[in-house]
Structure formats: structure tokens, C-alpha cells
């Protein structure tokens, strides 16, 4: 971790007391500075490893799996592990998503931008339907899902998305 200088932390402490307004103490504007400088090499870190996949996308356009586990599907949130994760120009995602979009089921879009879709946990938390409503609506046809099926011919992920249900 990056050694912050006393000027600094001073620097850091009187900015604190400008913008809060009260006074801070010493070992308050340390811990704050320290946690700020962290937090940015935390951030940091995690652009330079995506540029290093952004470059390597130039010499594998069809994506690849990514090393290390923990990683979370851009679509269905799932956490992915090394083996069941794949990255392209549209993002992280796991492999059953990614072989919806490959079947185009779904777009690969709609792994970038989240303003396209409603998650079932959208639907509930913004409109309170709960997803025995949900499925029973998909059925009636009332509300049309794109439904991402596991291998196991199970359903793995619905997904709402705004163009398919307009008059909604």
C-alpha cells in the first residue's frame, strides 16, 4: 500500500474540515486517507486487468474464459468459476448465458446496460410481482419472458425485456 505523508494527511484533513465542517482528528484523516488510497488502488487494479482483457479480445474476438473464480454473469448474477465463465465485447457472463446469446435467444446487449430488461428481482422490488405471478403471466401470455434454459432443460434465468412487452 502507498505511503502517505504527514503533508498529505494534513492536506487530506483540512479538505475533510472544509467539506464536512467539523473537526477531525488526526488519526480520522490517516484511516480516511489510507482507506481513499486503497479503495483507488483497488479500482485501479481492476482497470488494468480489464485493459489486459480488452487487448487480449483483439487476438480472441469470440472471447475466452477468464482465470480465477468469484466472477458475476452480467445477466443472471450468478457467481462463475473459472470453468464456467466466459468474457467477449459484451462482458463477464456465465456459460449458459453466453450460450443463449450464442443461440440468439437473447442479445448480447443486454449484458452491458441493464436499461433494456427487467430482472424478476426489478419486477418485484419496482412493480411487486412475485414470481409465482410473474410465470403464471408468461404463461397466459399477458407478459413475454425470454427464458434462458440450463442444460438440464430446466429453466435457468427468465428475462423481461422492454421490447418484447411494449403494451405492458
Same mark, same amino acid.
Given at each position: 500500500?502507498? +505511503?502517505?505523508?504527514?503533508?498529505?494527511? &494534513?492536506?487530506?484533513?483540512?479538505?475533510?474540515?472544509?467539506?464536512?465542517? +467539523?473537526?477531525?482528528?488526526?488519526?480520522?484523516?490517516?484511516?480516511?486517507?489510507?482507506?481513499?488510497?486503497?479503495?483507488?488502488?483497488?479500482?485501479?487494479?481492476? &482497470?488494468?486487468?480489464?485493459?489486459?482483457?480488452?487487448?487480449?479480445?483483439?487476438?480472441?474476438?469470440?472471447?475466452?474464459?477468464?482465470?480465477?473464480?468469484?466472477?458475476?454473469?452480467?445477466?443472471?448474477?450468478?457467481?462463475?468459476?473459472?470453468?464456467?465463465?466466459?468474457?467477449?465485447?459484451?462482458?463477464?457472463?456465465?456459460?449458459?448465458? &453466453? +450460450?443463449?446469446?450464442?443461440?440468439?435467444? $437473447?442479445?448480447?446487449?443486454?449484458?452491458?446496460?441493464?436499461?433494456?430488461?427487467?430482472?424478476?428481482?426489478?419486477? &418485484?422490488?419496482?412493480?411487486?410481482?412475485?414470481?409465482?405471478?410473474?410465470?403464471?403471466?408468461?404463461? +397466459?401470455?399477458?407478459?413475454?419472458?425470454?427464458? $434462458?434454459?440450463?442444460?438440464?432443460?430446466?429453466?435457468?434465468?427468465?428475462?423481461?425485456?422492454?421490447?418484447?412487452?411494449?403494451?405492458?
Amino acid at each position: 500500500m502507498t +505511503k502517505l505523508s504527514d503533508k498529505h494527511i &494534513q492536506e487530506f484533513k483540512d479538505l475533510m474540515e472544509e467539506k464536512g465542517e +467539523k473537526e477531525v482528528s488526526w488519526d480520522e484523516a490517516s484511516d480516511a486517507g489510507y482507506r481513499l488510497v486503497g479503495l483507488v488502488e483497488l479500482l485501479l487494479k481492476h &482497470q488494468w486487468e480489464e485493459d489486459g482483457w480488452k487487448r487480449r479480445l483483439e487476438n480472441e474476438p469470440k472471447g475466452f474464459r477468464l482465470p480465477g473464480n468469484g466472477r458475476n454473469c452480467a445477466i443472471c448474477g450468478n457467481s462463475t468459476t473459472e470453468e464456467t465463465n466466459w468474457y467477449d465485447k459484451w462482458g463477464i457472463k456465465c456459460l449458459t448465458c &453466453q +450460450k443463449a446469446i450464442d443461440k440468439r435467444k $437473447i442479445p448480447g446487449s443486454i449484458a452491458k446496460t441493464d436499461e433494456n430488461r427487467y430482472s424478476p428481482y426489478d419486477m &418485484q422490488s419496482r412493480f411487486g410481482l412475485k414470481t409465482p405471478t410473474l410465470r403464471s403471466w408468461v404463461k +397466459k401470455g399477458i407478459l413475454n419472458a425470454r427464458i $434462458i434454459y440450463a442444460d438440464s432443460g430446466r429453466p435457468h434465468y427468465y428475462l423481461y425485456l422492454i421490447k418484447d412487452n411494449k403494451d405492458f
